[in-house]
């Protein structure tokens, strides 16, 4: 078997490393390996497609915010259509929640895009919601729906565009360093670089422990959502997005149907999930008690994995104990709103480059790898 030489292997096609791997192929020769067939099969096909400025922590928030010129004006010719479209996002408390409510609206870098809307207001904006399930609401009227295929594509595309080798079934089943090259084999291919990116979702550290380098702890876990009819003639086109201020539910209109989770995030293993019927029928609860629905019929069931760090902040940056070892890992429920500013932020630490000056409010120190404590692991 012959052994193809790289710049840099990014492990991983879905937004993460597609995203990453797109930035990077211009300058380097870059390979992007993917264990499936279709990139985009596992967490990035099934997400709820929403940008958001005010969801996730503080070091989300940054990445989202240094995304959004993206999103709205993507370079030219990377997607044939807009990339989001508006929606809005309506956070609503019932009585019992109001102190819930305003501590997220105190969040002082969230101030522009949110603002308090009255209980009449959010009704008008939902009509299905039951007037006893909002006490007051805010609104945040930025928040888009994302063309999460388009984005995914075009990054692809840009990819392969810019000389990039696409490797599917194209699973890393081991890695090593020798003679300061990673050696990254799939059974049928080799490759050899540098430097290999670790994009792998919830498989971030099962790869790293391929290569020996210790695990970060970046926990997969499972959200469900489903597809159900809304009464006929209901015009939903132009409601926003619903989220309990607990995020213990949130709806959506989608395409003349309703996306409903429960928000659940149990920890699991890495693995091809497939969703619980119990966190299935809880969203039908949730959604029922705080709307007038009454659901009978579901279209569509599916469930993805949000992996998250111990800090729930995306882990970007080369590992210390580990030479040429990248994380871009742990993106949680937020590596679509993140990934062009996390992608040019990652592209930048690869080529030892400050980050540009959009990346400016991001502190690399918050995202690096270094800020867990963790046992060395020998590296040949
Ligand atoms: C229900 C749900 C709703 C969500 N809603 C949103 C939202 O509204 N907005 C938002 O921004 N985010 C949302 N997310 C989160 C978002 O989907 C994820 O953060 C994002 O898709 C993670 O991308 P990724 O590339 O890291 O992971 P993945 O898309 O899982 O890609 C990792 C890839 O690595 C491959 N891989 C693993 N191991 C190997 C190996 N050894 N060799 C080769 N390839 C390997 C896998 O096959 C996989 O394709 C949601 C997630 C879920 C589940």
Redesign the pocket.
Known sequence: MSTESFDIVV?????????VAAELASTHRTAL????E???????????????ES?GNAAVRAL?RASRDFFFAPPEGFAEHPLVQARGALHVARQDQLARLESFAANADMTGQVRRITRDAALCLCPILRPESVAAAILEGDAAD?D?AALHQGYLRRFRAAGGTLAVN????ALTRRSGLWH?E?GERSFRAPVVVD??????D??AE?AGVAPLGIQPR????ALVDLPEGTESARWPMVIDIDETFYLKPDAGLLLI?PADETPVE?CD?QPDEMDVAIAVDRVERATSLTIRRLRKR??????FAPDRSPVIGFDAAAPGFFW????????????PAAARLAAALLRGQAPDESLAQISTAELSPARFARPLKDIA
């Open positions: 492990i991983g096609a879905g937004i993460a490393g597609a995203s390996l993917e264990r499936e279709f990139p985009g099969y596992h967490s990035t096909g099934r997400s709820a497609a929403l940008f958001s969801y989202s994302v999460v194209a699973q890393a089943r990254v799939t994009a792998a979702g919830a498989w971030a099962a790869v391929l499972r959200r469900t959502a989770s890495a999930v599916w469930a993805g994995l949000r992996s871009l890992a742990g993106q949680g429920g937020y590596g679509i709103q993140t990934a």
